[in-house]
C-alpha cells in the first residue's frame, strides 16, 4: 500500500513538474515576442534620433548663415548710408564754396559808407540781398566760424599775420580777413583768413 502511495506521489510530482515546464515554455515565446518587440522598437527610434540630430544640426548651419547675411546687409546699410552721406556733404560744400566770392562781395558792399539818399537805398537793398544769401547759408547748415576775440585754432584758422601785443592774450585773433565757414560744426567750407597776436 506504501509503494502504491508512493508511486502516485510520484506520478503527481511527475504531473506537477510538466505542468511547470509547460507553463515556462508557453511564458517563454511571449517574453521572447516582448524583447522581439523592444528590439525593433530600438531600431526605429535609432534612426528618428539620427534624422533629428540631422535636421538640428541643419537648422543650426542655416540659423547661422541668416546671422551672416543680417549682419552683411546691416554692414552694407549703415556703410551705403555713409558714403550718401558723404556724397552729399560733398557736393554742399563744393556748391557752396562757388558762391562764397558772391558772400564776401555782399560783405564788402556792406561795410561801404555811402553819402547819398540814392545811395542809401541801393545799399538797403545790398543788405537784404546780403541777409538772403546768409539765409541760405543757415538753411544748407553752414554756419560762419567765430574769429575775432577767439582763440587761434589750426583746424579752423589760417594766420596770415602775426602781431607783438603785450595787453592781448598769446593766440588770440584780433583781425579777420576772410570769412571761414563750417558745415554742420564739422566740416570745414573754408578757413577763416585772420591775424593772431602773439
Known sequence: MSKQKNKNKENEQNEQKENVIQADEAQLPAEESAADETAADNAETKP???KTAELEAKI?????KYKFLYAEFDNYRKRTTKEKDSRYSDAVIDTVNAFLAVADNLDRAVTTKVESEDAKKL???VELVKKQMSDILT?????PIKSVGEEFDPN?????MHIEDENITDNTIVEEFQKGYIYK?????????VKVAN
Open 48 to 50: 528618428e534620433a539620427d
Open 60 to 64: 543650426k548651419e542655416w540659423e547661422n
Open 156 to 160: 579752423l584758422h589760417n594766420a596770415v
Open 185 to 193: 560744426n564739422e566740416r570745414v567750407v573754408r578757413h577763416s583768413m
Open 139 to 143: 538753411k544748407l547748415d553752414v554756419t
Open 123 to 125: 545799399m538797403e537793398g
